[in-house]
């Protein structure tokens, strides 16, 4: 009779044969595995090096570019030393950093760490070397003992070219021991020793021992590896003694480099350590394979008993009730019922959870159209009241142009100024409402970026507290842009808000007008403006960003903002031809960048300019189409006083009946929107139609009707119109209607 074996037996016999040549082999790849592990641990602290090195070469890159824009101050520029030195002691104010102008021979003009006018300085480190270098290269230093400090110390030296020509150098010194902190930034093992060593070897920073050791000379055998390669590993001596494993990464750029000094008692337990993890894991997995085959053993045996003792049942009659049992033939039915059971309860479930969110969402659906219909309501609301408000505007604007052409006394001339003082403030006004209600027209200009952007800074000023510091920096380039400037002066107020409301403790606002650079935001660099506006608030967090743009959006508490703020910076670019585009992270600040065409147009003050000089009275008939008889009335009474002979007509139905007489007009100056069947663009239309050398001026407030007249190719002034402007574009379509009846006669 053959031996018998349990299921459990048989599973731990098979687990056996596969795992014992497995852990032989492991055994004899014990020797491999050491050599492979001590490489790669120096590949990690090779890798680590590289990186510290790459933070060496970083921190001095970043002093280089400081340098490099103090060099292109304009009060250096300019030869005036006591502005620019009172500029630089703000950029380094710190005893431990300094800033020195020196002459081509390296003495120096001005130190930022003695008073201005100093006559005794000495010359600069930079003085020797500069003799075997390019004259116009950037210079760092290796470590040396600053005379006027009197600590060890590096720095970053570049050339001051004005007008093509050398005038002097700029650099910047540090005290080594703020690499000191630098380091400890970086969080190296305590027991690893960091150093920083300059071009020649010596010492600048060290994490173990630096007040005893920086400025000396590194171990001869770690100092020739350093002068021979850019990178490599060595078992060598610490300067203090110690037994390591000194690793060195060499920086591409400034050829200073970083060595890390690893313990080689730590390195050997790296290895030790290994291998002992090794060996414990296959053990465990051994033991882990001996009782997972007994579970599963055991596991096999449990359907099996289950089995028989239901058949046991059913063979008695008796009632069998049936258990999972692990084995799937047995336990599918099972199984089945139990996955119906189960997803009739969830699908019961869902579709109450369902319901409940559908009724959640119907609700904030009603609250949202209720809240929509409402501000709707209140923009069409202000839309008409700014409209008639505008109207009346004008009415007083064109009077008071009446009564100066009449000539005033001194006493008339201060009245009717304060008048047009509190007609601009009105007007300013009513730009607001129609903002909100979105019918502003735009009334796009053409400004010059470094003349406005002090008197835009000092506006955006007004809007924050005395907490937060406001900087303005502009390009020394042509920064001409085509934009509404009182919707300009809109967006960065805004932006003024929403920086003050992120800055509660205080911080900086930074203004920058540049030129776009290569391939930023896909936009054509010499053919876009950027307008940055930079602060270091609390920030918006990343799922938040991609929403600031939408009306009505606001991270800001219920009851703090409206959320319009952002969108009509948008809505501004979008408009101009631009586009708007925000960063933001928390904790470090927010930047709004607003990009706009760069225009070859002349500036509107040269127009306005040219305009002003056109004195001369208009010899035209003019149709005044308006069915506002005091609107009517005024802009009647300025034409006339300018020279025009006026007829006016209510409506654009009677407007057609005057045409049709046997003398036409010259200009046609129309309202678009009027009571009747003819409105101002389809006026404009049969007028066109009509083959008459008739000239057409349309005006509106609204901005629609404005966008909708100007992409049909006619000509719209948007109310109120200064009379100066109405007269201006008077005279210039009636001298075109003159010369084409000239043309087709």
Not at 55 to 62: G, P, T
Not at 211 to 221: H, R, S, T
Not at 234 to 258: H, N, Q
Not at 631 to 643: I, N, P, S
Request: charged fraction near 20%; proline fraction near 5%; include cysteine.
């Amino acid at each position: 009779m053959p031996r018998r074996f349990s299921v459990r037996s048989w599973l731990v016999l098979l687990a056996l044969s596969v795992l014992l040549p497995t852990l032989l082999a492991a055994v004899m790849s014990i020797a491999y595995f050491y050599k492979e592990e001590r490489q790669s641990s120096e590949a990690r602290v090779l890798e680590t090096a590289r990186a510290m090195s790459m933070v060496v070469d970083r921190e001095l890159a970043r002093r280089e570019g400081v340098v490099k824009t103090l060099a292109k101050s304009p009060a250096l520029v300019q030869g005036n030393l006591e502005t620019f030195y009172r500029y630089a002691r703000d950029i380094a104010p710190q005893p431990d950093m300094a800033v020195v102008l020196s002459d081509i021979s390296g003495q120096q003009v001005l130190n930022t760490r003695r008073p201005f006018g100093e006559g005794s300085l000495p010359r600069t480190v930079f003085s020797k070397l500069r003799e075997q270098a390019d004259p116009l290269a950037t210079l760092v230093s290796d470590l040396y003992f600053a005379p006027i400090g009197k600590q060890y110390s590096f720095a970053v030296e570049v050339p001051v070219v004005v007008d093509g020509r050398l005038r002097h150098y700029l650099s910047m010194g540090g005290y080594a021991n703020y690499l000191q902190d630098l380091l400890k930034e970086q969080r190296l093992p305590d027991s690893w020793i960091g150093t920083v060593v300059d071009r020649n070897g010596f010492i600048v920073a060290r994490t173990i021992g630096a007040e005893q050791f920086v400025g000396k000379l590194v171990p001869e055998a770690l100092l020739k590896q350093l002068m021979a390669h850019q990178e490599g590993a060595l078992e060598t001596l610490s300067i203090d003694g110690r037994p390591v494993l000194a690793v060195f990464s060499k920086g591409s750029k400034y050829g200073w480099s970083f060595v890390i000094g690893v313990p080689q008692a730590e390195v050997a337990t790296w290895s030790a350590l290994a291998l002992s993890r090794f060996a414990s894991t296959a053990a465990l997995l051994a033991v882990a394979v001996v009782i997972g085959a007994l579970w599963v053993g055991r596991a096999l045996t449990r359907p099996v008993v289950a089995l028989k003792h239901a058949a046991h049942a059913l063979g008695q009659g008796s009632a069998a009730t049936f258990k999972p049992t692990g084995v799937v033939e047995i336990d599918e039915v099972a199984v089945a019922m139990s996955d119906a059971a189960d997803s009739l309860r969830n699908a019961s479930a869902v579709t109450q959870r369902r319901i409940s969110e559908a009724l959640e969402q119907a609700e904030q659906a009603h609250r949202a159209m209720v809240q929509g219909q409402r501000l709707e309501a209140v923009a069409h609301l202000t839309g008409g009241v700014a409209h008639d408000f505008n109207n009346l505007l004008m009415v007083v604007g064109t009077n008071m142009h009446i009564l100066r052409r009449t000539g005033l006394s001194a006493v008339q001339e201060s009245c009717v100024s304060k008048i047009e003082r509190a007609v601009s403030s009105g007007t300013k006004l009513t730009r607001q409402l129609l903002t909100f209600s979105r019918r502003q027209p735009m009334r796009p200009e053409v400004i010059d970026l470094r003349e406005q952007l002090p008197s835009l800074t000092a506006l955006m000023r007004s809007a924050l507290h005395s907490r937060i510091e406001l900087r303005s920096v502009v390009e020394p380039a042509r920064l001409h842009v085509e934009v509404d400037p009182n919707e300009l002066e809109l967006a960065l107020i805004n932006l003024a808000v929403n920086a003050r409301d992120a800055m509660p403790d205080g911080g900086a606002l930074h203004i920058t007008a540049r030129l776009a650079h290569a391939g930023e935001m896909s936009v054509t660099p010499a053919q876009h403006v950027v307008l940055e506006v930079r602060d270091t608030g609390t920030g918006i967090a990343p799922d938040l960003v991609g929403k600031v743009f939408e009306p009505f959006f606001t991270t800001k508490p219920v009851g703090h903002g409206t959320g319009l703020g952002l969108s009509q910076v948008y809505g501004l670019c979008v408009q101009s031809g631009g586009v708007a585009t925000i960063e933001s992270e928390l904790g470090r600040g927010t930047t709004v960048r607003m990009y706009l065409p760069l225009s070859s147009k002349p500036l509107a003050s040269e127009v306005r300019q040219s305009a002003t000089t056109g004195t001369d009275s208009i010899n035209a008939r003019v149709l005044l189409v308006e069915d506002n008889e005091d609107l009517a009335q005024a802009a009647a009474d300025v034409l006339v006083a300018a020279g025009c002979q006026v007829e006016k007509a209510r409506t654009g139905d009677d407007a057609v009946i005057a045409l049709e007489v046997e003398r036409p007009f010259d200009v046609v100056l129309s309202d678009i929107r009027m009571p009747g069947s003819v409105d101002g663009i389809a006026l404009a239309h049969r007028i066109a139609q009509s083959g008459q050398p008739t000239g057409v001026i349309l005006m509106t407030g609204f901005t629609a009707e404005l966008q909708k007249a100007r992409d049909m190719g006619f000509l719209v002034l948007p109310k109120p119109c200064p009379a100066e402007d109405l007269l201006a574009q008077v005279r210039a379509v009636a001298a075109k209607a003159a010369d084409a009846g000239i043309n087709d006669s």
